[in-house]
């Protein structure tokens, strides 16, 4: 195990470049390795028929238990409408200071909300999304700044209010953690 090497598990057929971005974006933040992943496993076995989503907590099971011996870090990225029992839908999720993570595009492009879409603001949403369920992996949890990566976010649009960084404090808290 590196404790520099965050693995990303694409579950889906992601874009090659979109997952570079993402990659680099992860790295440029964290100061890491990026290992990028392809799995190839059957999850209609995690979609709940009533909901009509996936359970976000089995999917995060399945990811913690995959072995990646050159990661500290997993986080599996989805491509479908994912929920935990007491909310209607999530980005993502993590285990604060845990191993393992997710976090899904599927709310996150504009035709879900009757806007054009646009791959440009697709991109950085999911860039957010990631860079904020791995801060939890690293231990940081929701900050206030309004600007702050690691803020809250129940709509897209608290995501695109964000930028893709952490603000000073939550950067000197995870530093203070390594």
């Not at 997710?102 to 646009?118: E, F, K, Q, T, V």
Request: a negative charge; aromatic letters at 10%.
């Amino acid at each position: 195990m590196n404790p520099t090497t965050i693995t990303i598990v694409s579950f889906g057929l992601f874009d090659r470049k979109l997952l570079e971005k993402i990659s680099e974006a992860v790295a440029r933040e964290y100061n890491c390795t990026v290992v990028i992943k392809d799995a190839y496993v059957d999850i209609s076995i995690y979609f709940d028929p009533v909901r009509r989503q996936y359970n976000g907590d089995k999917l995060l099971k399945l990811v913690d238990n995959m072995q990646f011996d050159e990661s500290f870090k997993v986080i599996g990225l989805f491509n479908v409408d994912i929920f935990i029992p007491i909310l209607t839908y999530i980005f993502g999720q993590a285990q604060l200071s845990g191993r393992s993570g997710i976090a899904s595009m599927y709310r996150l492009s504009n035709d879900r909300y009757g806007i054009a879409n646009d791959n440009d603001i697709l991109l950085e949403r999911f860039k957010k999304e990631v860079i904020h369920e791995l801060g939890h992996l690293l231990g940081l949890i929701h900050c206030y700044t309004p600007t702050c990566v690691m803020r809250s976010s129940t709509y897209v649009e608290d995501i695109d209010q964000k930028e893709a960084q952490l603000c000073v404090k939550c950067k000197e808290v995870w530093e203070a953690k390594l």
